[in-house]
């Protein structure tokens, strides 16, 4: 038990001693296997700041903890007697436990209540093994609710194999739980975008000073929740806490990033992953707590039954849990910062469920360039319907992939957005059916594509209350009323249990009208808005596995729109999921471009974070074109611009890609440099990746950056370089930068003596004018020389273009591919600080080499 403050009910009363079993299981388990009971253990005594009372009311004294387990050297925690826990970094407690609650029938019963007591029965430790994470040590808690029989424990598995000191705390559920709602649902209830609670917990965390992605979204517009049904794990702020705390998580409609100083609180049924890690000190130390299956369902609470600032469970619209039913939330951790627990963080999730990606080659929507006609682009056909007096969608799409042929751009696929179906505007463009409007593509979708020789990524969003469905037998359910600004009225949604059969016609009708891809929209309306999706633990998983499944099968990789953090999360279970939206909507000289904080989560899961759609070209309204054109294609995700017929910026266009189409990207997309996430920090600074060999090459990228002091050390990047790697840095726009010249002329040299270069880019000067960025590529030196890149490209070191690099003791060799006759010009760096360019044709065989000496 805890004090009586921190209980969910009443003071604790504690039982008069504590059974520990323990049990060694020798064969390969899995995570949620129970084992059988063998030894009975000796009691032991309870741990400092806390008292054992006896049956009459008198105390003993303070002794040895039950079970301690972990690294020392990283993360470790400790359960006492009283089943307190505290989870260490380095030895310093970070983290103490409050006491687990369950909810059953309107009652919060919790260890250490008398007047609702969570009676616990005895402790099990085992030892086992996890198929995909390896070997674990256990202790498990045993309780009874009440005066019933229902059985439910709380484990703690740790995983010595793992790099990350992971911990697994899991809530069990045997038999089953009824009635566990801590809220109604009232399906009743119009929601006018005014979650009262939820709005006061975001005005809270802002009045403390968090910061966030510019694109903050819209949040607690529906019926998202901070609490939980069942609290285990539920942590108070340790002890021992670094007085340079801080916090980073991710929120809401397009998993925006939210950071600020000290302990913070997680985001609920709208938010994700929870970071807390030291800043402002030369130790890295952070900590990652995350929901770790069940996504949909388990959240990380804020609104707390016993008092926590971050309780573990059920969100608390769930009604019941069904037999043999398991949360569990991780603990994992880095002495390396955020970043790196994070990406840590993520690998070991993706182990956990066997994550397989749709192969890249597969995936034509983040591997090759396209036009979009998305919000936000010129061709939005359902927003501007004055738009059509330049004609049908079929007519100025064959006119526009006219204009691409002539101007030698290869574009290999179009995004056809909710205009392509009978959709109903003020209803959040909700889908009346799956059939092309005969007015705007009268040929249909199937013949267009082949006369256009393209495929399309087909939009799918909210489905209309007065949807029409394909074949008999699908039922479907109806969605709360809303009433937004935007948009109102009421819609729906396949029922789970007839998912698999609609999407599996959907999926392989889409892939005949030419679909290349599937866009899946308004994933939050599609999530908070209905009843089952929130009352069920498993409805919305079943949603999402019937469409990843299909699109799978069909061979269509899936884009999330709209998606919340725990949609992200989700997609490890679904490989047909490639890319999701970091951004919001494109506006001509928005904050669009900003995806830097909301693509670690991405990147951490193993999805390539999409930026938006854009314009080239001044004469539509587009004021950032280039800075939009170098951070979609940095992404690693799609790149899609949506000019009017005769404005693109063509030559800008062909920066971003090969003759054949193929993106020129990194390995990994632009990632916040940790320092950014501590307060006072004023602009952007990132860093994209590509890994070659082993060696690393970065792609530094500075917006906004306020500060005309602002320095980066290159010991900042990440992943990190060797302390003694040299770095060839070059100023990306710099005309100076051509053969013959100096290294003095464009190119900096950092090495482990002078590690540092001025990333000050100044602020933008009015709204109409462009953002004020610069980008540098740092590349590795290696006896003397270093691989610069193309620099006509937008990314001259890009896994699409370079296969090998080979360093000679007097030379360089690089093989190249691309498009059969396209001419690969590469700039290096020579031991004589000079500047050579070199390049070759693409042979038949797709691939040449291209060597200095």
């Known amino acids: 038990g805890m004090a009586a403050a921190e209980s969910c009910c009443c003071p604790p009363s504690f039982p008069n001693k504590t059974n520990i079993e323990t049990l060694r299981l020798s064969k390969s388990m899995k995570r949620y296997t129970q084992g059988l009971f063998l030894v009975l253990l000796a009691c032991f005594a309870a741990p400092v700041n806390a008292v054992w009372r006896e049956t009459d009311g008198s105390t003993i004294e303070l002794g040895s903890e039950v079970w301690t387990t972990g690294d020392s050297s990283l993360v470790s925690v400790s359960v006492d007697r009283n089943r307190n826990y505290r989870v260490m970094m380095k030895g310093k407690e970070w983290l103490r436990s409050s006491p687990p609650s369950v909810h059953l029938n309107s009652t919060c019963y919790s260890d250490g209540d008398a007047s609702a007591p969570l009676r616990f029965e005895k402790m099990l430790k085992t030892e086992g093994e996890d198929p995909n994470l390896g070997k674990f040590e256990e202790l498990e808690m045993m309780y009874t609710i009440g005066d019933t029989s229902i059985p439910v424990s709380f484990a703690i598995q740790f995983y010595a194999d793992s790099s990350n000191g992971l911990f697994l705390f899991q809530q069990r559920f045997p038999e089953g739980l009824q009635a566990t709602n801590v809220l109604d649902w009232d399906s009743d209830k119009v929601f006018q975008g005014s979650n009262e609670g939820h709005k006061q917990f975001m005005v809270a965390t802002k009045a403390n000073g968090d910061e966030r992605t510019v694109n903050w979204p819209a949040v607690g517009q529906f019926a998202a929740t901070g609490k939980v049904s069942v609290e285990f794990p539920a942590f108070l702020p340790g002890r021992d806490l670094p007085q340079s ?31 807390l890690f030291k800043g402002k000190e030369q130790s890295r130390h952070a900590l990652v707590i995350s929901p770790f299956d069940n996504f949909k369902t388990n959240i990380l609470g804020y609104d707390c039954a016993g008092g926590a600032g971050i309780c573990a469970g059920p969100q608390g619209y769930v009604k019941q849990l069904p037999k043999g039913f398991v949360a569990t939330f991780s603990i994992s951790a880095s002495l390396d910062g955020p970043t790196d627990a994070m990406l840590s963080f993520g690998e070991t999730l993706k182990k956990a469920h066997a994550t397989a990606r749709m192969e890249a080659d597969k995936d034509i929507l983040t591997s090759h360039l396209s036009y979009w006609t998305d919000n936000g682009a010129y061709y939005s056909w359902y927003n501007f319907e004055n738009i059509l007096a330049e004609g049908t969608p079929e007519e100025v799409l064959a006119q526009l992939h006219k204009e691409f042929e ?138 999402l596995q019937a469409m990843g499944n299909a699109a799978e099968e069909n061979g269509l990789p899936v884009q999330y729109c709209m998606s919340l953090p725990s949609d992200l999360l989700e997609s490890v279970l679904h490989g047909a999921v490639t890319n999701a939206r970091a951004s919001h909507d494109y506006q001509a000289g928005g904050d669009n471009w900003n995806i830097g904080p909301t693509s670690l989560l991405h990147t951490a899961v193993g999805l390539k974070p999409s930026k938006d759609n854009f314009r080239t070209s001044f004469d539509t309204g587009a004021t950032n074109g280039p800075l939009n054109a170098l951070i979609a294609t940095l992404s690693t995700g799609p790149v899609g611009f949506s000019d009017k017929l005769g404005t693109a910026h063509y030559e800008l266009l062909k920066k971003t890609c090969r003759a054949d189409g193929r993106l020129l990207q990194p390995s990994t997309p632009p990632l916040p440099i940790d320092r950014t996430y501590q307060t006072g920090f004023q602009g952007h600074l990132w860093a994209a990746s590509t890994s070659l060999d082993s060696n690393t090459w970065y792609q530094i990228l500075a917006v906004e950056t306020a500060n005309p002091h602002e320095e980066l050390d290159v010991s900042e990047l990440y992943p990190r370089p060797s302390p003694n790697q040299t770095f060839a840095v070059w100023e990306r726009g710099e005309e100076a930068c051509k053969e013959g010249l100096s290294v003095s002329a464009c190119v900096s040299l950092l090495t482990s003596h002078a590690p540092t270069f001025n990333v000050y880019t100044g602020t933008q000067e009015k709204e109409d004018m462009p953002i004020r960025y610069k980008s540098w590529v740092a590349a590795p030196v290696v006896n003397g020389y270093a691989l610069l890149g193309e620099h006509e490209k937008l990314v001259p070191v890009s896994v699409n273009r370079v296969k090998a690099i080979k360093y000679l003791a007097e030379g360089l060799k690089v093989t190249v591919s691309g498009a059969q006759h396209e001419y690969v010009s590469m700039l290096f760096l020579t031991p004589s600080s000079k500047l050579v360019v070199q390049g070759c044709f693409v042979p038949q065989t797709l691939e040449c080499e291209i060597s200095v000496s």
């Not at 939210?258 to 992953?273: I, L, S, T, V």
């Not at 005949?512 to 999706?533: P, R, S, T, V």
Request: proline share 5%.
């Open 406 to 543: 002539q101007m030698r751009v290869p574009v290999a696929y179009t995004q056809l957005d909710a205009y392509w179906f009978d959709f109903e505007r003020e209803n959040a463009n909700c889908k009346k059916n799956v059939v092309e409007q005969s007015k705007l593509f009268p040929s249909g979708l199937e013949a267009l594509a082949a006369t256009l020789k393209t495929k399309f990524l087909v939009y799918d969003g909210p489905t209309c209350a007065s949807f029409e469905p394909p074949f008999s037998g699908v039922e479907m359910m109806a969605s709360n009323r809303y009433n937004l600004t935007w948009a109102s009225g009421q819609l729906a949604n396949v029922h789970p249990d007839h998912a698999d059969s609609f999407y599996r016609y959907l999926m392989n009708t889409l892939k005949k009208k030419g679909a290349a891809g599937y866009e899946i929209d308004f994933m939050d309306f599609n999530y908070l808005l209905f009843e089952k999706f929130n009352t069920d633990p498993l409805a919305s998983h079943s949603w």
């Open 245 to 275: 705390l801080h916090h980073l998580t991710w929120m809401g409609r397009f998993a925006v990033g939210r950071w600020g100083e000290g302990f913070g609180a997680p985001g609920g049924q709208e938010g994700g992953p929870y970071v």
